[in-house]
């Protein structure tokens, strides 16, 4: 089995001296199946040694069992197990810092009363100027309601709020945007777009997260179409941007036009459906689109609006077999899906150099390991496989880019441009099967896709 990347352990044991020396311990855990990453001694005492291992294990069963494994050694006593994901989360991931000193009472009549009047009398006066001498202009408000929490569902505002943190977080680190969770008690369509509505003077960007379909498609337009600032949905607009730009290198790999590409897809809800859009958008003609029904066609009577539109646009042949059977032949294979769709024999019908994103997670829509016996390119969501679609890639370059911009409206134009900066990131001569898309950390990307999304909203 492989340690997750993830559950990083730290086991607090008291141990006597003769024991620490002896090495049974690291032999013990070693044999228990764990990956040891450090041994520290905390405090070394006289009759007995605090000792902190640090370890990779399998997952909470194995951690537990270790417990086990090294209590049964004589001398040893395990004080406690801490799971190093918790530890980053104690007390939150952000915090709020200030740009201007505090050091008297001038710095304070500066900053506060009574200066700070003259500066409310301004915007009062004229409303625009709150770009300029607020937060506003670099301050987004990340949105949910914990209605589609990663892959963990309805899991409600505050289980989401760890996510929501790490996000604003991600803003800060790639494109020093100021972020803030909001995490909404409510489910309903109305009071989401009301309460956005009425918040929104203190924020230069709204970015909705983890909203379940259809409702987050009627929650972007509306707000849209009532705010003056950017409205962005990344489950939808960043995944298409990473899907499309790792499409674009991927297609160089197999010598293949967008144009001329067949694309299966699974999933068509919030990812899925703007996957497609964009797709479509840059110029490829065959798509077809399969949700937990089967493929999305003109025939069926079943769809909303939204796959209602995607209906007329894909799947022109109105195939209606099954997802393995639609793979005959095809190009490309994208799922935003569920887990274990589809199996090696499945890659192997595609075409010639076949493409695979199996992008659920955590786990793919095909091990990525069966995949790449048969597919030239393999792609997936996690980090631990090559070619991660990351939207973190997308994200944070597209708010540097509004926010400096002072764009509003975010056109496929726009998400085009993204696109492309992202791909044109990866030099050709570094462009392989296992390197379509750049790092997540390369600080290039976030600057090249603010300059595309400013240079696209300038065309506009």
Request: proline letters at 5%; aromatic letters at 4%.
């Amino acid at each position: 089995m492989t340690q997750a990347p993830g559950y990083s352990i730290t086991i607090r044991m008291h141990v006597t001296p003769e024991l620490h020396a002896s090495g049974q311990i690291v032999a013990a855990v070693t044999e228990a199946g764990a990956v040891i990453t450090g041994l520290d001694v905390s405090d070394p005492g006289t009759e007995t040694t605090v000792v902190d291992l640090s370890a990779l294990a399998h997952d909470p069963d194995h951690a537990e069992s270790l417990r086990d494994t090294l209590n049964a050694l004589s001398g040893c006593k395990v004080d406690q197990i801490s799971d190093s994901v918790f530890l980053v989360h104690l007390g939150g991931k952000i915090e709020v810092g200030i740009k201007v000193p505090m050091r008297n009472r001038t710095d304070l009549a500066r900053a506060y009363t009574p200066g700070v009047a003259r500066v409310c009398t301004a915007i009062a006066n004229n409303p625009a100027d709150a770009r300029n001498l607020t937060i506003k202009r670099n301050t987004v408000a990340v949105v949910t309601d914990g209605s589609a929490v990663l892959g963990l569902g309805n899991i409600g505002p505050e289980a989401a709020m760890p996510v929501m943190e790490g996000k604003a977080a991600l803003f800060k680190k790639f494109a020093n945007v100021d972020a803030w969770p909001i995490c909404l008690d409510t489910q309903d369509v109305d009071e989401i777009v009301r309460t956005v509505e009425i918040i929104a003077p203190g924020f230069g960007g709204i970015n909705l997260e983890d909203i379940s379909a259809p409702r987050c498609f009627e929650v972007e337009r509306r707000l849209r179409e009532r705010l003056n600032i950017p409205v962005f949905h990344d489950d939808q607009h960043g995944t298409a941007v990473v899907v499309l730009a790792a499409l674009i290198n991927a297609s160089k790999l197999v010598n293949k036009e967008l144009s001329s590409l067949c694309i299966v897809m699974s999933g068509a809800g919030a990812a899925g459906a703007a996957v497609a859009q964009l797709l479509l958008h840059a110029g490829v003609q065959n798509i077809m689109l399969f949700d937990s029904k089967g493929a999305i066609s003109t025939n069926r009577t079943d769809l909303d609006p939204d796959r209602t539109e995607l209906a007329t646009r894909t799947n022109l042949e109105k195939f209606s077999g099954s997802l393995p059977e639609a793979l005959v032949g095809a190009d490309v294979f994208v799922g935003v899906s569920q887990p274990n769709l589809i199996t090696a024999s499945d890659v192997e019908k595609m075409a010639k150099d076949p493409i695979v994103f199996a992008l659920a997670n955590p786990d793919p829509e095909i091990n990525p390991i069966e995949a790449a016996k048969f597919a030239k390119v393999v792609a997936t969501g996690r980090s631990d496989y090559p070619n991660q679609i990351n939207n973190v890639l997308a994200f944070p370059g597209i708010f540097r880019g509004l926010l400096d911009s002072g764009t509003v409206h975010i056109t496929q134009e726009v998400l085009m441009a993204s696109a492309l900066a992202i791909a044109e990131c990866v030099n050709e001569k570094a462009l392989s099967s296992v390197y379509i898309v750049p790092s997540v950390f390369d600080n290039s990307v976030a600057p090249a896709v603010a300059a595309a999304v400013i240079a696209a909203a300038k065309e506009k």
